[in-house]
């Protein structure tokens, strides 16, 4: 049994007019007779009952008008579906975050894709160190990175959404909680807690900001996450230099300052240069606006690349 006969059964049933279903299949009206009398002699049943006024079905035909339907609507379904997932409108996502990036950026991520590309599913992980989103972006396991520059390695692709500053973490019955902005010298006695990992970009910006200011910090605890970190600070053991996105984790016991001196940090928006998946395209093209830093419209702001092996990142 062909689909194309499935249709013409369907066609005639609906109309009960051989003629009208042939125009409304734009075919001659013998070769549609011919091509039902075929499909009940496959079947062995008689589908219709045919006088010279109408056309009425049997209960065979009955039964197999409903089965019809019910295949054909499923064929224009899935008809649907690949030219929705060929067209990068259908299908699924996974993205990364580093840090506090799922914070202060998967809400707007989120509300664009709903908006633009309802029927694309985001699977999300979250708190992910850079180096292991370039290792799963290499290898195929992720689709996109939200993780903080610089990479290294001819593979990824990366356009940078945001510049950010660095912020003074302090437990809030410390000296410098009352103090609105902090110069990186004012840290010079204290007890740093660090992110754990030697490859941190937080951590190595903060390492620059005090030799520039005259000192190296004293690292007293080191944290495998931003909520471990301002956990540590809340419980007096330790000031730290933190990403300004840290403000969405508020937690009872920890003041933020401004610093007056300190470096910032990007955070960036990464993926495998040779990605062919249209669904990844079109989120792509989906967050260009909603995640342009600003600045970058005027300036002609464009993806960049790197062009030596990547080196892990927080």
Same mark, same amino acid.
């Given at each position: 049994?062909?689909?194309?006969?499935?249709?013409?059964?369907?066609?005639?049933?609906?109309?009960?007019?051989?003629?009208?279903?042939?125009?409304?299949?734009?075919?001659?009206?013998?070769?549609?007779?011919?091509?039902?009398?075929?499909?009940?002699?496959?079947?062995?049943?008689?589908?219709?009952?045919?006088?010279?006024?109408?056309?009425?079905?049997?209960?065979? %035909?009955?039964? *197999?008008?409903?089965?019809?339907?019910?295949?054909?609507?499923?064929? #224009?379904?899935?008809?649907?579906?690949?030219?929705?997932?060929?067209?990068?409108?259908?299908?699924?996502?996974?993205? %990364?975050?580093? %840090?506090?990036?799922?914070?202060?950026?998967?809400?707007?991520?989120?509300?664009?894709?709903?908006?633009?590309?309802? @029927?694309?599913?985001?699977?999300?992980?979250?708190?992910?160190?850079?180096?292991?989103?370039?290792?799963?972006?290499?290898?195929?396991?992720? @689709? *996109?990175?939200?993780?903080?520059?610089?990479?290294?390695?001819?593979?990824?692709?990366?356009? $940078?959404? #945001?510049?950010?500053?660095?912020?003074?973490?302090?437990?809030?019955?410390?000296?410098?909680?009352?103090?609105?902005?902090?110069?990186?010298?004012?840290?010079?006695?204290?007890?740093?807690?660090?992110?754990?990992?030697?490859?941190? $970009?937080?951590?190595?910006? $903060?390492?620059?900001?005090?030799?520039?200011?005259?000192?190296?910090?004293?690292?007293?605890?080191?944290?495998?996450?931003?909520?471990?970190?301002?956990?540590?600070?809340?419980?007096?053991? %330790?000031?730290?230099?933190?990403?300004?996105?840290?403000?969405?984790?508020?937690?009872?016991?920890?003041?933020?300052?401004?610093?007056?001196?300190?470096?910032?940090?990007?955070?960036?928006?990464?993926?495998?240069?040779?990605?062919?998946?249209? $669904?990844?395209?079109?989120?792509?093209?989906?967050?260009?606006?909603?995640?342009?830093?600003?600045?970058?419209?005027?300036?002609?702001?464009?993806?960049?690349?790197?062009?030596?092996?990547?080196?892990?990142?927080?």
């Amino acid at each position: 049994m062909e689909l194309r006969h499935l249709r013409y059964f369907a066609t005639v049933a609906d109309t009960k007019h051989f003629g009208r279903a042939a125009e409304r299949l734009h075919m001659a009206q013998p070769a549609l007779s011919q091509a039902i009398r075929q499909l009940e002699a496959e079947l062995g049943a008689a589908l219709f009952t045919r006088t010279t006024r109408q056309v009425a079905l049997t209960p065979a %035909g009955e039964f *197999l008008l409903g089965e019809a339907h019910r295949v054909l609507d499923t064929v #224009e379904d899935s008809v649907r579906g690949v030219r929705r997932i060929s067209d990068g409108r259908l299908g699924q996502v996974r993205m %990364g975050f580093t %840090g506090t990036a799922a914070l202060s950026h998967l809400p707007r991520i989120a509300r664009r894709l709903q908006h633009e590309l309802p @029927d694309v599913a985001l699977e999300i992980h979250s708190d992910l160190l850079t180096s292991a989103q370039c290792d799963r972006l290499r290898a195929g396991s992720l @689709d *996109l990175g939200v993780l903080r520059p610089p990479l290294r390695g001819e593979q990824l692709d990366l356009r $940078v959404l #945001e510049v950010e500053s660095l912020i003074l973490a302090v437990p809030a019955d410390h000296r410098l909680a009352v103090e609105p902005i902090i110069a990186m010298a004012d840290l010079r006695a204290e007890g740093f807690i660090c992110y754990a990992g030697r490859d941190s $970009v937080v951590n190595t910006a $903060v390492v620059r900001s005090c030799r520039a200011a005259g000192f190296s910090p004293q690292v007293a605890h080191e944290a495998s996450g931003t909520g471990v970190l301002l956990a540590l600070v809340a419980g007096g053991l %330790g000031v730290a230099v933190v990403p300004a996105s840290a403000r969405a984790l508020p937690l009872a016991g920890v003041v933020f300052r401004e610093l007056a001196d300190a470096e910032t940090v990007e955070l960036a928006l990464a993926w495998r240069r040779d990605i062919d998946s249209p $669904v990844v395209h079109s989120v792509l093209d989906a967050l260009a606006v909603t995640l342009a830093p600003e600045g970058a419209a005027a300036s002609g702001a464009a993806p960049t690349s790197n062009d030596e092996p990547v080196e892990a990142r927080r």
